[in-house]
């Protein structure tokens, strides 16, 4: 009787338990809402905080993935594009001026995109974790490196539609931020202020 009782009382303890791992095993990429806290037991509440906390910080890893997914698709969408219009451009030109003209769009389309694939991987690679501190990842940075650097790579472009960068460096300014993130940054706000 006594060991009756007792399986009996066990079962009970640990069907909260139980029902949690009933509600975990429903959990998906796609539905991670926070498991239901009434009537868990005062025992087993910080598991089921701590399982909610994690299914939250996976929500919002689950989410920054699809967005980077979507801009990596949009910002390749526009190059991509491009190329393909060239393509028809040089198919159908027979003016050999047009047809130089649109070779060398169609090269300078092709020598844009490792670079933008390369930001792309480079963005994906500093992505912050989504459960680090805000200042993770962030160093002291020479903005004037990084200005030279991107001049440097922007320059053929820029000379091309007879743009002068002009970039003035002056004394070394540091910053605290991510260096490769503030590439990526200048590089774009530069070949945006080239191309329009």
């Known amino acids: 009787l006594i060991g009756g009782l007792l399986v009996e009382a066990l079962r009970r303890g640990l069907r909260p338990l139980v029902l949690v791992n009933a509600a975990l095993k429903q959990r998906n990429a796609n539905s991670l809402e926070p498991l239901n806290l009434r009537g868990v037991p ?11 906390e994690l299914l939250d910080r996976l929500a919002t890893a689950f989410e ?20 393909q219009l060239q393509v028809q451009v040089l ?4 003016d050999p001026t047009e047809k130089a003209e649109a070779m060398s769009e ?15 991987l480079r963005l994906s690679s500093a992505a912050p974790d989504t459960g680090a501190s805000p200042m993770a990842g962030t160093e002291l ?6 200005v030279k650097e991107v001049v440097i790579r922007q320059s053929t472009e820029a000379e091309r539609r007879l743009i002068d960068l002009g970039a003035r460096v002056g004394s070394q300014l540091t910053v605290c931020g991510n260096a490769a993130q503030l590439e990526i940054l200048l590089n774009n706000l530069v ?3 080239i191309r329009y």
């Not at 005062?42 to 909610?52: D, F, I, K, Q």
């Open 64 to 83: 920054a993935q699809r967005s980077f997914v979507a801009n990596a698709a949009h910002e390749l969408r526009s190059p991509v594009t491009a190329l």
């Open 191 to 193: 070949e945006n202020a």
């Open 91 to 94: 198919e159908r030109s027979v």
């Open 42 to 52: 005062r025992e087993v509440l910080p598991l089921v905080l701590t399982l909610n």
């Open 106 to 120: 169609l090269a300078a389309g092709s020598a844009r995109m490792p670079r933008l694939i390369e930001q792309l």
């Open 141 to 146: 940075v020479s903005l004037s490196a990084i």
